[in-house]
């Protein structure tokens, strides 16, 4: 099974500022054929599912607000929040779908400082 | 607007079996383009993939290692749903549990149910 590391486990940021969390594969997902990293990014809230917010390492759904990003390659990927929002507040989440059993990383907690 | 609604009970006793049921509407279980899959959520596992159920010529299943003896995912197109049957359940499977679709364009979990929080205890 590929395994998922974030960090850091959680993150204060002032609203306003970038907030970065950090997720790392143990072993790559790049496809070499259709070049796509098969990584995806979630944010969810008490009591809510997940919520896709990054697909293909760097797709942000349709929806989400383009202070979302996502970069990175191979095992190395990073979700950035250019300007941190209230509702922004939430555990995110990094996923791989290179092969099954899809796995999650253990989730980022960002909070307000 | 595609939603995915879960129903089922939230208590199991030990040993005996965990069903779960999730009716979809704004698409149809039996898509070539899509993937139904079950995951859980709890504090000691995390987010966990269980399994899926999709179709392309035939119905195929796939599960997760972890539960693959105890599992079962099935489609029912008469009623355009899919569930899941986790047998011989301990504490240990508390969580809650979540449906969710893979599309063929994301290839990920971009629709998810509400959530069933099943707890196994006697």
């Known amino acids: 099974d590929i395994v998922m590391t974030q960090s850091p486990d959680s993150l204060a940021v002032s609203v306003g500022e970038r907030a970065t969390i950090n997720c790392k594969s143990s072993?790559?997902?790049?496809?070499?054929?259709?070049?796509?990293?098969?990584l995806a990014w979630y944010q969810q809230k008490p009591g809510q599912p997940p919520k896709l917010l990054i697909y293909?390492?760097?797709t942000r759904e349709s929806g989400v607000p383009d202070r979302f990003s996502g970069s990175g390659s191979g095992t190395d990927f990073t979700l950035t929040i250019s300007s941190l929002q209230a509702e922004d507040v939430a555990v995110y989440y990094c996923?791989?779908?290179?092969?099954?059993?899809?796995?999650f990383g253990q989730g980022t907690k960002l909070e307000i400082k | 607007q595609i939603q995915l609604q879960q129903s089922g009970p939230g208590l199991v006793k030990p040993s005996q079996t965990l069903s779960l049921t999730c009716a979809i509407s704004?698409?149809?279980?039996?898509?070539?383009?899509?993937?139904w899959n079950w995951i859980r959520q709890s504090p000691s596992r995390g987010l966990e993939w269980l399994g899926r159920?999709?179709?392309?010529?035939?119905?195929?299943?796939d599960y997760a290692a972890s539960v693959k003896s105890r599992i079962i995912i099935n489609p029912d197109t008469s009623k355009n749903q899919f569930s899941l049957q986790l047998n011989s359940v301990t504490p240990e499977d508390t969580a809650v549990y979540y449906c969710?679709?893979?599309?063929?364009?994301?290839?990920?979990?971009?629709?998810w149910g509400q959530g069933t929080l099943v707890t196994v205890s006697s």
């Open positions: 969710a679709r893979v599309s063929a364009a994301r290839r990920t979990f971009d629709y």
């Open positions: 704004g698409d149809s279980v039996s898509s070539n383009s899509a993937a």
């Open positions: 159920t999709f179709y392309t010529s035939k119905w195929y299943n």
């Open positions: 072993q790559s997902l790049l496809d070499s054929s259709n070049k796509r990293n098969y």
């Open positions: 293909w390492a760097s």
């Open positions: 996923q791989e779908y290179y092969s099954t059993p899809y796995t």
